[in-house]
T-cell receptor, first 113, second 118 residues
Framework: AQSVTQPDIHITVSEGASLELRCNYSYGATPYLFWYVQSPGQGLQLLLKYFSGDTLVQGIKGFEAEFKRSQSSFNLRKPSVHWSDAAEYFCAVGPSAGNMLTFGGGTRLMVKP | GAGVSQSPSNKVTEKGKDVELRCDPI?????LYWYRQSLGQGLEFLIY????????KSGLPSDRFSAERTGGSVSTLTIQRTQQEDSAVYLC????????????????FGPGTRLTVL
């Protein structure tokens, strides 16, 4: 069975500092990996995705993520965090039968001024 | 174009009542998904529709939950005899068909329906 682990439930960083959110997955085949962001009261917005090819993928809002097969990881990074980045971030893996996504538990990011 | 829409945005009901939640996917998207987001459980897959194929119901937590998709577009998730543990945000997502290159398109999510069962 596939699974996604986001080890950090909460992270607090200062505005302007760099950010790395961790994601580890378990999947029996080539994974399709996603990062979504959810602001309070909002749905999920796709930040970036990895299907194949270059293991460093660029997304919206200045985010990037690196796929490391040997570590079964897909960590999300941003060099300089803005106050508006405060939100909950979800890593997901797919597809499986039916193409639904399996999500990690989420990491809530707080940004200090 | 318009994104995925869901209604109502909030629903408060009494234990034992039935509720219906609606999802309007992005026009032209053939795949539709329902997920549930609850405290302590994260995001859970409920059911998946793809075109005219039989839906994948493997994520439905009990037979009180059902869903249909009419005309390959709008979907309704029905919860019968609601229980307090059904309280959650119900998210709908849609995606287009798998591309010829073998890629799966990403899922576009609606804002969700927050269900509270008293």
């Amino acid at each position: 069975a596939q699974s996604v682990t986001q080890p950090d439930i909460h992270i607090t960083v200062s505005e302007g500092a760099s950010l790395e959110l961790r994601c580890n997955y378990s999947y029996g085949a080539t994974p399709y990996l996603f990062w979504y962001v959810q602001s309070p009261g909002q749905g999920l917005q796709l930040l970036l995705k990895y299907f194949s090819g270059d293991t460093l993928v660029q997304g919206i809002k200045g985010f990037e993520a690196e796929f490391k097969r040997s570590q079964s990881s897909f960590n999300l990074r941003k060099p300089s965090v803005h106050w508006s980045d405060a939100a909950e971030y979800f890593c997901a893996v797919g597809p499986s039968a039916g193409n639904m996504l399996t999500f990690g538990g989420g990491t809530r990011l707080m940004v200090k001024p | 174009g318009a994104g995925v829409s869901q209604s109502p945005s909030n629903k408060v009901t009494e234990k034992g009542k039935d509720v219906e939640l609606r999802c309007d996917p992005i026009s032209g998207h053939t795949a539709l998904y329902w997920y549930r987001q609850s405290l302590g459980q994260g995001l859970e897959f409920l059911i998946y529709f793809q075109g005219n194929s039989a839906p994948d119901k493997s994520g439905l937590p009990s037979d009180r939950f059902s869903a249909e998709r009419t005309g390959g577009s709008v979907s309704t998730l029905t919860i019968q005899r609601t229980q307090q543990e059904d309280s959650a945000v119900y998210l709908c997502a849609s995606s287009s068909i798998r591309l010829a290159g073998g890629y799966i398109n990403e899922q576009f999510f609606g804002p969700g329906t927050r269900l509270t069962v008293l």
